[in-house]
């Protein structure tokens, strides 16, 4: 099946740094998608991109669609410790018969040192 | 709204014995999803469903079976536990597979001992 390579696996940093995270595959897709999962809860959509190039906000988090539709990218501003969690790229492929699935990146864990 | 509610949040399963994972939509979703999440293997689907009365195999259905008899449900059920299915499960829902992205409850934990 698609792989989709998510990088760093985990990050440690001080509150108020930026974040960058990344999601690559060898397959082009045509939506990527960031979710965030906090401890104990399933995951939370953040930001779609559903165009080469895009470049997407929400708030502090900005997303981008790499031009080569292979890839994705997160950024974080100014960190603060409500944003510890676990970030999941993922990227819908299509399985037959008119139907899309979700795959999802392994995810990168955000651990925001106070 | 509710969202999608999973039942039960914990479980603990001695091997062999069975269970069902119920998960409920109020979203009038078309496409349910279940999945497991294990450390550092990120979330892996273990069956789909496209609408009321069809199901799927995802990446890693060995071991489970599921039944989407009413649109808003959408069962999983193992019928002999085994260690290995120890993880913590996830249903998402979707109003399309492919653009709209998916709603996810909150986990069931289970433990397989």
């Known amino acids: 099946g698609q792989q989709l390579n998510q990088s760093p696996q985990s990050m440690f940093i001080q509150e108020g740094e930026d974040v960058s995270m990344n999601c690559t595959s060898s397959?082009?897709?045509?939506?990527w998608l960031w979710y965030k999962q906090d401890p104990g809860e399933g995951p939370v959509l953040l930001i779609a991109?559903?165009?080469?190039?895009e470049l997407t906000s929400n708030g502090r988090l900005t997303a981008q669609f790499g031009i080569t539709r292979k890839d994705s990218f997160l950024n974080i501003s100014a960190s603060i410790p409500s944003d510890v969690g676990i970030y999941f790229c993922?990227?819908?492929?299509?399985?037959?018969?008119?139907?899309?699935?979700?795959?999802f990146g392994k995810g990168t864990k955000l651990s925001v040192i106070p | 709204n509710a969202g999608v509610t999973q039942t039960p949040k914990f479980r603990v399963l001695k091997t062999g014995q069975s269970m069902t994972l119920l998960c409920a939509q109020d979203?009038?979703?078309?496409?349910m999803y279940w999945y497991r999440q294990d450390p550092g293997m990120g979330l892996r689907l273990i069956h789909y469903?496209?609408?009321?009365?069809?199901?799927a195999k995802g990446e890693v259905p060995d071991g489970y079976n599921v039944s989407r008899l009413k649109k808003q449900n959408f069962l999983l059920g193992l019928e002999s536990a085994a260690p290995s299915q120890t993880s913590v499960y996830f249903c998402?829902?979707?109003?399309?597979?492919?653009?709209?992205?998916?709603?996810f409850g909150s986990g069931t934990r289970l433990t397989v001992v």
């Open positions: 991109l559903y165009k080469a190039g």
């Open positions: 993922a990227a819908p492929t299509y399985s037959g018969a008119g139907s899309y699935q979700l795959t």
């Open positions: 979203m009038n979703h078309e496409y």
């Open positions: 998402a829902s979707s109003f399309s597979g492919r653009f709209y992205g998916y709603t």
């Open positions: 397959s082009i897709f045509n939506t």
């Open positions: 469903s496209v609408g009321e009365g069809t199901t």
